[in-house]
Nanobody, 119 residues
């Protein structure tokens, strides 16, 4: 059993900042990558940022968002600056996890946290 718990969402005015955090716990042998995705009503879930050996960002957030990972704690954070209304959505944490040495990697998702950017 693996759990991903997110925190840090909320309501912020345009131009403001928020920091999202995600902690993975449970039956974890190792984590290949972690990342953040977001979803708005009527749209598919989209990549925001991922981190493994490298970082990868959606073009829409480059220069404003920063993803960071603590491998020892199995956590990933997303610092979001200069937020805009288009950033509004439910943000989901995802981790690609192997539960045992001989096992396969699987995608695990958090429950999501709402981010609303509005004046």
């Amino acid at each position: 059993q693996v759990q991903l718990v997110e925190s840090g969402g909320g309501l912020v005015q345009p131009g403001g900042s928020l920091r999202l955090s995600c902690a993975a716990s449970g039956s974890i042998f190792d984590i290949r990558s972690m990342g953040w995705y977001r979803q708005t009503p009527g749209k598919q879930r989209e990549l925001v940022a991922t981190v493994n050996d490298n970082t990868n960002y959606a073009d829409s957030v480059k220069g404003r968002f920063t993803i960071s990972r603590d491998n020892a704690k199995n956590t990933v954070d997303l610092q979001m600056n200069n937020l805009q209304p288009a950033d509004t959505g439910v943000y989901y944490c995802k981790a690609v996890i192997r539960r045992t040495y001989w096992g396969q990697y699987y995608d695990d998702w958090g429950q999501g946290t709402q981010v609303t950017v509005s004046s």
